[in-house]
């Protein structure tokens, strides 16, 4: 799907480097969308007459983007509609939040949310208008009728925003019952899930004995020790298999690794379903089974994704009002090198097995991340994540990892967000930002417009591909 707006936007403005960026954009603009980590609910697919809820639902409330901008200029979550834990009373006249946006859209000047959304108005709405107090009744109105007609439904969006393949992210106990209605409905989109163990592999998981019930369900395992605990995850990602997944995510503080004697690891899940694990229990049973989670990579092909660096729910008190993903987590600094030694050392080689690394740590892209991937075979950098997935943060990361790990131990673009009607605006913005980066190459005759072409193909289209193993 083209996207609106000038042909040299975001491009460096020295005109041979925009009229070599411009042909590249060109070339990327028309291959597909490929989106190998997503947070969308697959339910949106699965219901062929799905609608999306008010602009506000969309745009507003379940975005932490949005709302971490919001309410650190002292907008309450209340008055976004957040909905509390408690129940306690917010704000429901969705037209007063997205007025409440609108009074400070000016927040989001210059930041990748501001982009987002201008991207979003003027692409998928065709709002060509700014976003102001007095504007903002009159592009509600016309973002509510959009959403009504049946050419907004996300099945017709998909096929719209030219959508090869998207993976969503699912909890292990998931019983995938959406993938597999899509799959039944013979609808030709290629949604797949992604196998996410955290709340039964953090032993800090709030009521980790009621997560391992659920996994015990749905794996038709009883879990009472930790060796029926393998064999359900085992059988659990085996079910993921079956049903299209390619990749497993693993979200984790600190990206430690260390395989533990078997008694000792019998030991702490014995206390964790006991409800008597430490912290320091906790710790060192997340590296285990990082390992574990390595090895079962190594045997049924899954692609191992890890996000590194999250200090999350930092601001205790949203959390207890709100819950999660509200806006409140923090990068953290990060130590790679030590830390994956006793993963890599044992199955960086082995042939099956890719390693796909994300990190809200920039310091260590050229320090550390980029020696590791251009040294491992199954090493692979994912691209700048969360914060730093920016025109900005795009750039750091190319300059800081191309040289030492090369295009090719890189992933492309990634735009891992459950909202998907950002999702061609922030492959637009990727692809902008690595056709100005290759046409700086070119000018400066690091590389020629050939390799320049070739390579932009990679990025866009044919690196997260082959990374994820979408290409079967």
Request: aromatic share 10%.
């Amino acid at each position: 799907m083209p996207v609106r707006g000038s042909r040299s936007r975001y491009f460096t403005p020295i005109t041979e480097q925009l009229e070599i960026a411009g042909s590249l954009h060109r070339l990327a603009a028309e291959l597909p969308l490929v989106c190998p980590h997503t947070h969308v609910d697959p339910l949106v697919f699965a219901d062929a007459d799905y609608r999306f809820g008010s602009p506000s639902e969309l745009l507003i409330i379940p975005d932490h983007y949005v709302l971490r901008m919001l309410y650190s200029q002292g907008v309450p979550l209340e008055a976004l509609g957040v909905p509390r834990l408690d129940g306690g009373p917010v704000e429901s006249d969705h037209r007063r939040i997205w007025q409440t946006l609108a009074e400070h859209y000016h927040l989001f000047r210059g930041t990748p949310t501001g982009l987002w959304l201008r991207e979003i108005f003027e692409a998928i709405f065709g709002i060509t208008r700014k976003l102001t107090p007095a504007t903002a009744q009159e592009i509600y109105d016309q973002i509510d009728e959009s959403l009504r007609r049946p050419e907004f439904t996300p099945r017709q969006l998909y096929q719209r925003f030219k959508v090869e393949v998207l993976c969503t992210t699912d909890p292990a106990t998931s019983t995938l019952e959406h993938h597999q209605a899509i799959r039944n409905a013979g609808w030709p989109g290629r949604i797949l899930p992604t196998f996410r163990p955290d709340s039964v592999v953090n032993l800090e998981t709030p009521n980790f004995a009621g997560e391992i019930r659920k996994l015990s369900a749905a794996a038709g395992i009883e879990v009472t020790d930790y060796w029926s605990y393998i064999r359900a995850l085992e059988q659990r990602r085996a079910f993921f298999k079956a049903l299209g997944a390619t990749a497993t995510d693993h979200a984790v503080l600190l990206p430690y690794t260390n395989r533990l004697a078997d008694r000792e690891a019998e030991g702490i899940f014995g206390r964790a379903l006991a409800g008597k694990a430490s912290s320091d229990d906790a710790a060192r049973f997340s590296g285990h089974m990082l390992m574990e989670l390595a090895r079962m990579s190594t045997e049924d092909g899954l692609v191992m994704q890890l996000h590194a660096g999250s200090y999350r729910n930092h601001n205790t008190s949203l959390y207890q009002r709100f819950g999660a993903d509200i806006g409140a987590d923090v990068p953290i600094p990060i130590e790679f090198t030590r830390n994956l030694q006793p993963l890599l050392s044992t199955y960086g080689d082995a042939p099956n097995f890719t390693l796909i690394i994300y990190t809200l740590d920039e310091s260590a892209y050229s320090r550390e991340l980029a020696p590791l991937a251009g040294h491992y075979p199954a090493v692979k950098l994912g691209a700048p994540w969360w914060f730093f997935d920016s025109w900005n943060g795009m750039r750091r990361f190319k300059d800081r990892v191309m040289e030492t790990a090369g295009l090719y131990n890189t992933v492309g673009f990634n735009d891992d967000t459950r909202a998907f009607l950002s999702i061609p605006v922030r492959h637009d913005l990727a692809r902008r930002s690595d056709a100005d980066w290759l046409a700086g190459l070119v000018i400066r005759e690091v590389i020629d417009l050939e390799d320049a072409r070739e390579m932009m193909r990679a990025l866009a289209y044919e690196l997260p591909k082959r990374a994820y193993k979408l290409d079967t």
